[in-house]
């Protein structure tokens, strides 16, 4: 019986030193993880960032050409009378 009991024991205790160690490496790998996770957030911000600016500078030069398109070249604003 004694034999059984400390078998029984011994691959409880088995069990529970895999959950300590696996508890430990997870605690270990949290951080580092973390930071990984982080730099890659970090970058996708950026470069979404980059591209908001390039698109508002396309608006901006687009905006400040816009009427020289819409205005046909043969109308001037000055001669032109609206009555």
């Not at 270990?28 to 996770?37: D, L, S």
Request: hydrophobic share 45%.
């Amino acid at each position: 019986m004694k034999g059984i009991v400390k078998k029984i024991v011994s691959v409880l205790l088995l069990f529970v030193i895999a959950g300590l160690v696996y508890a430990c490496i997870k605690s270990i790998m949290e951080p580092i993880n973390f930071n990984k996770q982080k730099a890659y957030r970090e970058t996708v911000g950026i470069q979404r960032m980059k591209d908001v600016r390039t698109l508002q500078e396309a608006l901006s030069l687009f905006q400040a050409t816009l009427p020289h398109l819409l205005t046909p070249s043969w109308i001037s604003t000055r001669t032109a009378r609206w009555k």
